[in-house]
């Protein structure tokens, strides 16, 4: 896991954690049940965070199967078709983006914007389905 991106009502954190020697900021708030993670898919990124922590995150919710469930899709959305079902907006995850190398020290622009709103995408989701349902 070369990045970890986090996402509040005002700002959004993109950390190369293969960067940064302490993470022990980062590991309370994973382990902090009072504080809810959001996002898409988050089965792989559970595993990985386990891994890299020595324990599973506190309090995920994986909004796929939040809406599977709770809201009757069909089948489970991922963040593309969540932003544009519930947010009525598009956003483009560029192929080359996802692809590039996200161990460099300096992060491309392009990088930078994929993982932010890859961050941001689920937070706003999510408040736009605790508003309406």
Known sequence: MSIIQIA????CYVIQVKHIDNLDSLAKILSD???L???FGLGNDSKQ???MFGEKPKS???LSTYIKKNLLSK???GAKNAVSSFL???ILKSKSSALSNWENRELSTSQVKYAAEDATAPLDVYNNIKTRF
């Open 8 to 11: 509040t009502k005002s700002n």
């Open 49 to 51: 965070l386990e891994l």
């Open 88 to 90: 009525n907006m598009k």
């Open 33 to 35: 049940k009072n504080v």
């Open 37 to 39: 993670k959001v996002g």
């Open 75 to 77: 089948n489970p959305l």
């Open 60 to 62: 995920l919710l994986d």
